[in-house]
């Protein structure tokens, strides 16, 4: 019987300390949940603001119909891509100047790679910024890299695509070297932002 006490005894112990530990994680959850959102919105406007320099302010497209391009991109040529934002890209007026679409595929060497793609009203990429990666240092992780992100930049074509040539087209990017399949990644995730815009966008 006295056996029985006992474990009953360890065993409300245990609730015990299980209950007051899961109440502090809740607190600290609590207390840290709004310096991580900001946190994470300050580090999203840096990068909006570096894909679309001219522009003073970005607001979420609330209707952006992301339900339906991403439809539409399952279907596509572009693999394992979709929308999962889109902002407006706003002048000191507040007047829209463009977009800026984050995008992303599952396709790339270390699995997801995320972007966020400058588009102006004319369909012109005013650039793009690597949001998201777990690719290879050396290799994939040079998506971040100026030589490889800035060849994006002006370029209008309705769809772009990897070439290992090093003489790129107008719709046509050099591959990293030994990386294509990164290459190949990135490209399709501007290309979602191009699909987004072509059909979407109002």
Same mark, same amino acid.
């Given at each position: 019987?006295?056996?029985?006490? +006992?474990?009953? &005894? *360890?065993?409300?112990? #245990?609730?015990?300390?299980?209950?007051?530990?899961?109440?502090? #994680? +809740?607190?600290?959850?609590?207390?840290?949940?709004?310096?991580? @959102?900001?946190?994470? /919105?300050?580090?999203?406007?840096?990068?909006?603001?570096?894909?679309?320099?001219?522009?003073?302010?970005?607001?979420?497209?609330?209707?952006?119909?992301?339900?339906?391009?991403?439809?539409?991109?399952?279907?596509?040529?572009? +693999?394992?891509?979709?929308?999962?934002?889109?902002?407006?890209? &706003?002048?000191?007026?507040?007047? *829209?100047?463009?977009?800026?679409?984050?995008?992303?595929?599952?396709?790339?060497?270390?699995?997801?790679?995320?972007?966020?793609? +400058? #588009?102006? @009203?004319?369909?012109?990429?005013?650039?793009?910024?690597?949001?998201?990666?777990?690719?290879?240092?050396?290799?994939? #992780? &040079?998506?971040? *890299?100026?030589?490889? &992100? *800035?060849?994006?930049?002006?370029?209008?074509?309705?769809?772009?695509?990897?070439?290992?040539?090093?003489?790129?087209?107008?719709?046509?990017?050099?591959? /990293?070297?030994?990386?294509?399949?990164?290459?190949?990644?990135?490209?399709?995730?501007?290309?979602?932002?191009?699909?987004?815009?072509?059909?979407?966008?109002?």
């Amino acid at each position: 019987m006295a056996g029985k006490s +006992g474990f009953v &005894k *360890d065993a409300m112990t #245990l609730f015990a300390i299980t209950l007051i530990a899961g109440v502090a #994680l +809740g607190g600290v959850y609590e207390v840290t949940k709004g310096p991580i @959102e900001q946190a994470t /919105i300050a580090a999203n406007n840096a990068t909006y603001k570096e894909v679309f320099a001219e522009a003073q302010s970005f607001e979420e497209i609330a209707d952006a119909d992301l339900g339906g391009c991403n439809a539409g991109l399952a279907a596509s040529e572009f +693999g394992n891509v979709g929308i999962e934002s889109v902002m407006a890209a &706003k002048d000191a007026s507040g007047a *829209d100047i463009g977009l800026v679409v984050n995008s992303y595929s599952n396709d790339s060497y270390g699995g997801k790679v995320g972007i966020s793609v +400058g #588009l102006k @009203e004319d369909g012109s990429i005013t650039a793009i910024g690597i949001r998201e990666t777990s690719d290879t240092p050396g290799l994939g #992780l &040079k998506a971040k *890299d100026a030589p490889f &992100k *800035d060849q994006y930049i002006g370029k209008t074509a309705e769809k772009l695509s990897v070439t290992k040539s090093g003489n790129a087209g107008d719709a046509e990017i050099n591959a /990293i070297s030994g990386a294509t399949i990164t290459s190949d990644a990135v490209t399709n995730a501007v290309n979602a932002a191009l699909y987004y815009q072509q059909n979407y966008a109002n």
